[in-house]
Each structure stands twice: as structure tokens, then as C-alpha cells.
């Protein structure tokens, strides 16, 4: 692992330190630091999806960052800059971009899906070509990456455009149960922590980082990628052309996080977070999960690792969630055929189930969901 992978681990394990049951949310900026795409968070109000960005902003030295909490009346001038009056009386429309958006390294704009069509366009060139416009003022932005965040998906055609130009999207839910007195604790000690101490990287090392995962031999995995692109698109998740090329800079940054020149199998872990909806979490995370089991290399992404070995009790949660809501009479027939997708990844998923008796209970259960779900036609 090279001296500037392992700068970027070492704020990243700071931050996961600090924000418990977090860890994936956290390696999944790193990614996007090194992808220098664009990363959205999902969740309710106190999840800590804030609190971790400014962490990582904090993290960054000799970079200017820029937080904004969006809402409907938000004007340009309050995120790109006023105009310059000096400027103005002079009959040039230039924008004073001191301290704001572009000049950031890093960008976190909360309840993003506020924008108004006053910003959005400005937006959404920002987001998609790392440019700022405005008027005659064209600007090449410095940011590394953008994040948003939002307590909902976007209703509205418009906003779905913005949705689009964030490549990662990731779930923020509250811990497990089972880790809220680790969550307490990291909490109770978090102002007591030596700020001085803590672990830093510049926009310059990781751009040097952007620049060298863009060498990543991606060819041992061309073939099982394209195949996972068309199963994508089958299962209804928005796969454009630009997208399918964009998602190879993902799965570039988690072989060169991983401290490798070529890709595997298994760094196609970061596509499970590349749904459009709430409903298709399952579906790509059982459709991906199912191609990654196979693969035996060493030197995996510390998340592929995690994500790479089924659980049968989960996978027996899952099977029973799903066959509730089959029988449910308030179920639609195209929710019926989103249940039957996830039921084939679970069932692909419950063959690699090592223990004998947990891995027949599984498939017991599976067939029996199939033969009601055919009794049912």
C-alpha cells in the first residue's frame, strides 16, 4: 500500500472510530474521494450524516469547505456568491465566489432536494462537470467531491436529474441495537478527543490519488461488469450509457484503495449502492452479493470482505419478510415481481451457506415460498 492510500485510511479509520456502525458510509466517501464522483446520504434526522461530513471536511487540510442547508427560497448568491458591486458599477456581471461554494474542496449541501429552479441548473453543471457558470464567468471548481443529503427520495421529474449526478447513494439509519453502548460511549468521549492529534490529508495528495486510480487495469473484470450492467438494467435500475462508464471509476478507486493495479471480482461491492429507490436496495445488494461469493483473491476492499459472506439469519429474515408480503392482499402485482427478483438473489445467496442443516432450512423455506407463490397465479 503506497504512502498516500495509507494517509487516506488512517483519517478514514479516524472518523470510523468516532462514528460507530458507520463504516460503510465512511469507506464509501473515501471512495468517492478517490473517484472524484459524487455521494448522497439517505436517512432521517440524527443518523450523524452531517456530523460525519464535517469530519471529514476537518480532515482535509489546506482545503476550504463549503456546508450549506438548502431550502425553497434559496438564492444563487447564497451558495455561488453575490455579485461583485465593484464589478456591477463597472457593467460586469462577476460573482464574488470568496468563501463559497466555488472555492471548496469539499462541498456538503444538506436537504438538497430544496433546490429551486433559480440554482438548479447552476447545480447541477456543478455537480456533473465540476464547472461554475454565470453569466460570461465560467470557473473550473476545485471540489473533490460533492455530497448531499436529504430525509427523502425526490418526487418530482427535475429533481430526479439532480439525483442522477450523485453516483453513490447510501442508506443512513440508526445503529443496531446491539451497538448503542459503543455509539453512547464514542459519543460521551468525542469532545475529549485531541483534536491536534488528528490524522490529515491534502487536496493535493488526493487528487495525486484521483490521477493514479484512473491507471487501474480494469480488464479481468470487463466481462463480469458488462453482464452485471445489462442485469441492472433488467432489474430497473437506471443504468444510462454515462453512468455504466462513470461506475468504472468506483471500481477503480476500491482496487487502488485496496493497494492494487487491477481490479477483481469483489470491488464490485460499491455498485450496491447505485439504486434509484428504496425497493431495489435488496434487489442489487442479493444481484451483486451473488458475484462477488465467488471470488478467492486476496487483497479485497475491507467492505467487499464484510458484505462478501452471507448470514443465514438474515437471509431467513429476508424469506420471511418476503413471503409475508406476498400474501398480503394489499401487495400489486408489480410489487409481486420485485418480490420474486429478491427471492432469486436469496436463494442464490442460501447455496453458499456453509453449515449443512442452516443452508437446507433455507432452501426448504425458499421452495415453499415458490410453490405458494405459483399456487397463487
Known amino acids: 500500500m503506497n504512502k498516500n492510500v495509507a494517509q487516506l485510511n488512517e483519517v478514514l479509520t479516524y472518523i470510523k472510530d468516532t462514528f460507530v456502525g458507520k463504516d460503510n458510509i465512511v469507506d464509501l466517501l473515501g471512495i468517492c474521494?478517490?473517484?472524484n464522483e459524487n455521494a448522497f446520504l439517505l436517512g432521517p434526522p440524527g443518523t450523524a450524516k452531517s456530523a460525519i461530513i464535517r469530519m471529514l471536511s476537518s480532515c482535509i487540510k489546506e482545503g476550504k469547505n463549503f456546508e450549506y442547508l438548502l431550502t425553497r427560497f434559496t438564492e444563487?448568491?447564497?451558495?455561488?456568491?453575490?455579485?461583485?458591486i465593484r464589478k456591477l458599477k463597472e457593467g460586469d456581471l462577476v460573482t464574488n465566489v470568496e468563501g463559497m461554494?466555488?472555492?471548496a474542496s469539499m462541498v456538503f449541501l444538506d436537504e438538497i432536494f430544496n433546490a429551486n429552479s433559480a440554482i438548479l441548473n447552476?447545480?447541477?453543471?456543478a455537480l456533473n462537470e465540476k464547472v461554475f457558470r454565470r453569466g460570461k464567468q465560467v470557473m473550473k471548481l476545485p471540489a473533490l467531491t460533492f455530497v448531499g443529503a436529504s430525509n427523502l427520495l425526490p418526487e418530482e421529474e427535475t429533481l430526479e436529474a439532480l439525483l442522477d449526478r450523485f453516483l453513490i447513494r447510501v442508506k443512513c439509519e440508526n445503529v443496531n441495537p446491539e451497538l448503542l453502548e459503543q455509539v453512547l460511549l464514542a459519543g460521551w468521549n468525542l469532545n475529549?478527543?485531541?483534536t491536534n492529534t488528528k490524522p490529515q490529508i491534502t487536496p493535493t495528495t488526493i487528487i495525486a490519488m484521483q490521477e493514479a486510480s484512473r491507471l487501474v487495469d480494469l480488464s479481468p473484470i470487463q466481462k463480469d461488469?458488462?453482464?452485471?450492467?445489462h442485469s441492472m438494467r433488467n432489474?430497473?435500475?437506471?443504468?444510462?450509457?454515462r453512468r455504466a462508464v462513470k461506475f468504472q471509476n468506483l471500481v477503480a478507486s476500491s482496487a487502488y484503495i485496496s493497494g492494487r493495479d487491477k481490479a477483481i471480482i469483489s470491488d464490485l461491492w460499491v455498485l450496491k449502492y447505485t439504486w434509484d429507490t428504496e425497493e431495489q436496495i435488496d434487489i442489487l445488494s442479493g444481484m451483486i452479493n451473488t458475484i462477488i461469493e465467488k471470488d478467492?483473491?486476496?487483497k479485497k476492499h475491507p467492505q467487499a470482505q464484510i458484505q462478501q459472506k452471507p448470514d443465514a439469519e438474515q437471509l431467513l429474515k429476508e424469506i420471511e419478510g418476503l413471503s409475508a408480503k406476498w400474501q398480503s392482499e394489499a401487495t400489486s402485482m408489480e410489487e409481486r415481481n420485485v418480490i420474486k427478483d429478491k427471492l432469486r438473489y436469496v436463494q442464490a445467496r442460501s447455496k453458499w451457506i456453509q453449515h449443512t442443516e442452516h443452508k437446507e432450512l433455507l432452501q426448504n423455506k425458499v421452495d415453499e415460498l415458490w410453490k405458494l407463490m405459483l399456487e397463487m397465479v
Open 235 to 241: 432489474a430497473g435500475v437506471k443504468v444510462s450509457d
Open 76 to 84: 444563487p448568491s447564497e451558495i455561488f456568491g453575490p455579485f461583485d
Open 225 to 229: 461488469y458488462l453482464n452485471l450492467v
Open 122 to 125: 447552476s447545480l447541477l453543471m
Open 33 to 35: 474521494l478517490v473517484a
Open 192 to 194: 475529549k478527543r485531541n
Open 296 to 298: 478467492q483473491e486476496d
Open 101 to 103: 461554494l466555488p472555492e
